[in-house]
């Protein structure tokens, strides 16, 4: 990658911290302020020197902050000035209109300078003819790279991987490495931490970083230093089952192979960061049932997307209505259930949220697996039930004391003690059903688990209620 053109020694970013960096960025109102200014004085001269201190990253994180006029009127100013990492760094609607606005000629010179895992980030997000357009001016060589990765599968280890890797015999000594490594250092990735030995068919029977190396001596041979038989990445495997093996693994880089275990690539601990990231705040937000937002995302199409849960949740909502609907006489003799029997569903929502959001971690790092997939479910049940009887003891006494019906205390603890333990097998069942499915639990259990429980909720205090309860 070529050096940041957002870089000068004599910068005020130079006389502080990456972190104060960071926060004047993002925390500096007057900093935005002074920055929307110089763009709205229309001078690009004042723009590219205004920004001129900050790394890539930076840079495409205020593009995202701007606003749609804001972003659209900076890209202009900084014209061919743009720092070509920039278009790697950003996302959502503000990376749209960047590549929107630059043209294909720009985009393959950005492309040409960028690792093909960053080149093939920016290359799959363009529409099919500007793809093709950009790919035609590439060089050959990163063209036919960028075209095998993006015959993977998206978000797959082969959408991931670096084609850019060192691999040698394992009867080679440590001095040829080094000599290897001093001759081709033009033709070497901008960064890596492993050399990977490989057998004569090419499949990977080990690795040495680049520490071993150095500390050895030249006679050493490759085979007697390096790791065996560490773990790899089949290039099919999906980005999630990739951050899982890093995690597991405590892995820098990993060798990437084929169908037929040959080396063809290689994932380093940098591209699984971002893929953490990635996962864990897809999870968060679908749990939510929103999809990905940025700031700088119009009305229209937040709108559009968050009403499809909401609608969703609305059609629940009537089922758990209706389920009130059925006791309607029951609930016009004795007001008092209508005070108590939101309590009983909240407190059934509440206690399945915990268990399915625990749960769905759980599957997310392969916590729970078949094997120990009963032992967990009797677990969440155990665990609900001793919430469930002293809460019970807790609102039935409160009940109790609030409207002086010990029978209707009664009532409302057997309710609560119910539904909180229908609560903690629906929190583990469903996404463990689901993901038995073959679908992202994530995204669909809280619809079923918040609707099961309102519903189970209502007919349990509601129905026992009129059976239990004299009539008035």
């Not at 095998?148 to 084609?163: F, H, N, W």
């Not at 259930?337 to 749960?359: E, Y």
């Not at 038995?436 to 688990?449: C, E, N, R, T």
């Amino acid at each position: 990658m070529t050096e940041s053109n957002f870089t000068h020694e004599d910068s005020r970013a130079d006389e502080l911290s990456h972190a104060e960096v960071y926060i004047e960025l993002h925390q500096d109102k007057d900093f935005i302020d002074e920055l929307v200014a110089h763009i709205e004085s229309d001078s690009p001269d004042n723009v590219f020197n205004f920004l001129e201190p900050y790394n890539a990253a930076d840079v495409a994180d205020l593009m995202e902050v701007l606003s749609y006029k804001e972003r659209r009127d900076l890209i202009r100013l900084l014209g061919e000035k743009l720092d070509p990492e920039v278009l790697s760094e950003i996302e959502g609607s503000a990376q749209d209109d960047l590549y929107d606005q630059l043209s294909n000629e720009q985009i393959a010179d950005a492309v040409t300078d960028m690792e093909i895992d960053d080149a093939v980030y920016v290359i799959e997000e363009l529409d099919e003819e500007d793809r093709s357009e950009v790919l035609s001016a590439l060089p050959h060589d990163d063209r036919e790279a960028i075209k095998e990765s993006l015959s993977y599968p998206e978000d797959s280890a082969g959408r991931m991987m670096q084609k850019d890797l060192v691999a040698l015999p394992e009867f080679w000594s440590v001095g040829q490495a080094i000599d290897l490594l001093r001759d081709q250092s033009s033709d070497l990735p901008e960064d890596f931490y492993d050399v990977f030995v490989v057998s004569p068919i090419h499949h990977p029977v080990g690795k040495v970083s680049l520490a071993k190396i150095m500390r050895a001596r030249r006679s050493t041979k490759i085979q007697s230093i390096m790791e065996q038989d560490p773990p790899t990445v089949n290039v099919m495997a999906d980005q999630e089952e990739v951050a899982y093996r890093f995690t597991k693994y405590h892995l820098i880089s990993a060798a990437v192979t084929d169908e037929n275990n040959r080396l063809v690539g290689m994932i380093t601990v940098d591209d699984v960061v971002d893929v953490i990231e990635e996962e864990a705040e897809e999870d968060i937000l679908a749990l939510a049932g929103v999809g990905e937002e940025s700031m700088g995302d119009s009305v229209f199409s937040i709108s559009k997307d968050r009403f499809k849960w909401l609608f969703v949740n609305l059609l629940t909502a009537i089922l758990a209505s209706l389920v009130i609907g059925l006791y309607e006489q029951t609930i016009e003799k004795l007001v008092a259930l209508a005070v108590l029997m939101p309590i009983v569903a909240s407190m059934g929502g509440n206690a399945a949220t915990q268990t399915m959001t625990v749960t769905v971690r759980a599957l997310a790092t392969k916590e729970i697996s078949p094997a120990n997939a009963s032992r967990s479910v009797w677990k969440e049940f155990k665990v609900a039930m001793i919430n469930g009887i002293f809460l019970s003891l807790i609102s039935g006494g409160v009940a109790v004391l609030w409207f002086g019906n010990p029978l209707l205390g009664s009532v409302f603890a057997a309710a609560m003690i119910f539904n909180l333990m229908c609560a903690g097998l629906c929190g583990i069942l469903i996404p463990l059903s689901i993901d038995k499915l073959g679908q992202d639990p994530a995204i669909a259990s809280s619809v079923f688990v918040t609707t099961i429980t309102d519903v189970i909720g209502f007919f349990a205090f509601l129905g026992l209620a009129t059976v239990v309860l004299p009539p008035l």
